[in-house]
């Protein structure tokens, strides 16, 4: 938003030098009280008055409109600011319509590759995936990347927000290898701009081991995330927030990796970090008690997981909504814990509510969807509907290929699972090439042949 009218402004203060002696008092007029409704608009904004606000931008547009006319850059940008004030209203159909249009006038007047067109890209791409509507965000922000880059250079600190922006789109699309190289782009601006030890490059650091996380990818993403803690234990202190969520994010790395005693008194630190820190009801509290909780299922303790998952699913519901994806995997736990301690209606019944958010919200074809696919086969496996489970293990299986890729870890785990099933069922030749496949992808991402 600053940075946004800062442009806006030179604009202005630019066609006055080069214009101003052939306006007439009545432009000079339109335009100054423009600026004082801009000033109006965005103290409304500060204020949470946002139907005010609404009204005092709809006017700004229409003065801008008399003065300059509609094929005007600060006409474009009028347009734009008021999109912004419809998305505080959580109006996104009103806003796109505006920012489309604002885009076609940048086009039109500065041409198809001016940095303000990369600008409107990037905030059209950012609504569309504020929309959910990845696929229709992914060629803007490549666009938006692409001018830019011919601006600036490929390794210019100006190009961090639409990487980043671009990686977060390709990961909510669970296409993590296209957002792999984004992310080490993004690190390595950042070690340049910052040098190797800033808070900022110890983020990216983070984020780019919390990306090899979810790429299967456990031996790369384990030495980043110490680096990124001794970068932040170093310059922010030990009891940072910062630290906690590295500390979490490691523990839960080692969860994924089986080595629980190694994940256990990171979960804790983080937890006793974020509880004096941001409060005992905040999110990221919330974060760490279910991954806690999942170490424990995993080891069998589940008298020890559930509280721990019930204490985060009221913090999350409170704090983010009933139909986040975040509560969606507490559900998701939630079932697994029920249906290992036997209480299998229970259960069912808290699986079929993470998968109807997840599908929601995320899509049907979502890696996070596969998951709770395997855990709701798992539970129909030991109800004994054994049709059932088949079903949900290939719908699992083919979202994993199809999003993860044909040798991603978890389709080594899900071709186990179903392998499984087939010798359960009486059925070893089909079982066998599975094993075979699953144990050639694990061989794979061990570094052995």
Same mark, same amino acid.
């Given at each position: 938003?600053?940075?946004?009218?800062?442009?806006?402004?030179?604009?202005?203060?630019?066609?006055?030098?080069?214009?101003?002696?052939?306006?007439?008092?009545?432009?000079?007029?339109?335009?100054?009280?423009?600026?004082?409704?801009?000033?109006?608009?965005?103290?409304?904004?500060?204020?949470?008055?946002?139907?005010?606000? =609404?009204?005092?931008?709809?006017?700004?547009? /229409?003065?801008?409109?008399?003065?300059?006319?509609?094929?005007?850059?600060?006409?474009?940008?009028?347009?734009?600011?008021?999109?912004?004030?419809?998305?505080?209203?959580?109006?996104?159909?009103n806003?796109?319509l505006?920012?489309?249009?604002s885009?076609?006038?940048?086009?039109?007047?500065?041409?198809?590759?001016h940095?303000?067109?990369?600008?409107?890209?990037?905030n059209?791409?950012?609504?569309?995936? +504020?929309?959910?509507?990845?696929?229709?965000?992914?060629? =803007?922000?490549?666009?938006?990347?692409?001018?830019?880059?011919?601006?600036?250079?490929?390794?210019?600190?100006?190009?961090?927000?639409?990487?980043?922006?671009?990686?977060?789109?390709?990961?909510?699309?669970?296409?993590?290898?296209?957002?792999e190289?984004?992310?080490?782009?993004?690190?390595?601006i950042?070690?340049?701009?910052?040098?190797?030890?800033?808070?900022?490059?110890?983020?990216?650091?983070?984020?780019?081991?919390?990306?090899?996380?979810?790429?299967?990818?456990?031996?790369?993403? /384990?030495?980043?995330?110490? &680096?990124?803690?001794?970068?932040?234990?170093?310059?922010?202190?030990?009891?940072?927030?910062?630290?906690?969520?590295?500390?979490?994010?490691?523990?839960?790395?080692?969860?994924?990796?089986?080595?629980y005693?190694?994940?256990?008194?990171?979960?804790?630190?983080?937890?006793?970090?974020?509880?004096?820190?941001?409060?005992?009801?905040?999110?990221?509290?919330?974060?760490?008690?279910?991954? @806690?909780?999942?170490?424990?299922?995993?080891?069998?303790?589940?008298?020890?997981?559930?509280?721990?998952?019930? &204490?985060?699913?009221?913090?999350?519901?409170?704090? =983010?909504?009933?139909?986040?994806?975040?509560?969606?995997?507490?559900?998701?736990?939630?079932?697994?814990?029920?249906?290992?301690?036997?209480?299998?209606?229970?259960?069912?019944?808290?699986?079929?509510?993470?998968?109807?958010?997840?599908?929601?919200?995320?899509?049907?074809?979502?890696?996070?969807?596969?998951?709770? @696919?395997?855990?709701?086969?798992?539970?129909?496996?030991? +109800?004994?509907?054994?049709?059932?489970?088949?079903?949900?293990?290939?719908?699992?299986?083919?979202?994993?290929?199809?999003?993860?890729?044909?040798?991603?870890?978890?389709?080594?785990?899900?071709?186990?699972?179903?392998?499984? =099933?087939?010798?359960?069922?009486?059925?070893?030749?089909?079982?066998?090439?599975?094993?075979? &496949?699953a144990?050639?992808?694990?061989?794979?991402?061990s570094?052995?042949?």
């Amino acid at each position: 938003m600053l940075k946004k009218r800062s442009t806006i402004i030179f604009s202005i203060i630019l066609i006055f030098a080069l214009s101003a002696s052939s306006w007439s008092a009545s432009t000079d007029d339109l335009l100054d009280e423009s600026f004082r409704l801009i000033d109006q608009r965005d103290n409304l904004i500060e204020q949470g008055r946002y139907e005010e606000a =609404l009204l005092t931008a709809k006017k700004v547009v /229409e003065l801008v409109e008399k003065a300059l006319g509609q094929e005007d850059e600060l006409f474009a940008s009028a347009l734009v600011d008021l999109g912004e004030v419809y998305k505080y209203l959580g109006d996104n159909s009103n806003a796109l319509l505006l920012y489309e249009r604002s885009l076609k006038i940048y086009e039109e007047v500065l041409g198809p590759n001016h940095q303000e067109v990369a600008t409107a890209l990037h905030n059209l791409a950012e609504l569309y995936k +504020r929309m959910k509507a990845y696929k229709k965000a992914e060629p =803007l922000y490549e666009r938006s990347l692409s001018i830019m880059e011919n601006y600036f250079g490929r390794d210019n600190p100006e190009l961090l927000n639409i990487l980043k922006d671009l990686s977060s789109n390709y990961i909510q699309m669970g296409n993590y290898s296209k957002a792999e190289p984004l992310d080490r782009r993004y690190l390595a601006i950042q070690e340049k701009t910052y040098g190797p030890n800033h808070p900022y490059v110890a983020e990216a650091i983070s984020d780019l081991a919390v990306l090899y996380g979810q790429m299967g990818e456990y031996a790369k993403a /384990e030495p980043l995330f110490k &680096r990124s803690l001794a970068i932040d234990e170093k310059i922010l202190g030990p009891d940072h927030p910062s630290v906690a969520a590295v500390l979490g994010n490691l523990a839960e790395l080692y969860s994924r990796m089986g080595a629980y005693a190694k994940a256990e008194p990171l979960f804790k630190r983080a937890l006793s970090i974020s509880e004096k820190a941001v409060g005992p009801d905040d999110p990221s509290v919330a974060l760490i008690l279910n991954n @806690l909780a999942g170490l424990y299922v995993s080891t069998g303790a589940y008298a020890k997981a559930e509280p721990l998952l019930n &204490r985060s699913l009221v913090i999350s519901e409170k704090a =983010l909504g009933k139909d986040h994806p975040s509560v969606a995997t507490i559900l998701n736990n939630l079932a697994e814990v029920n249906g290992r301690m036997g209480l299998y209606a229970k259960a069912e019944s808290f699986f079929d509510r993470s998968l109807a958010i997840k599908e929601k919200i995320l899509g049907k074809d979502h890696p996070s969807v596969a998951t709770t @696919l395997n855990n709701l086969a798992a539970l129909s496996f030991h +109800r004994g509907d054994n049709a059932k489970a088949e079903d949900l293990l290939k719908r699992c299986l083919s979202i994993q290929e199809k999003r993860l890729g044909m040798d991603h870890i978890s389709v080594a785990t899900t071709l186990n699972n179903l392998a499984e =099933l087939y010798v359960h069922m009486g059925q070893p030749a089909k079982a066998e090439p599975l094993r075979n &496949r699953a144990q050639a992808i694990k061989g794979k991402a061990s570094g052995k042949d």
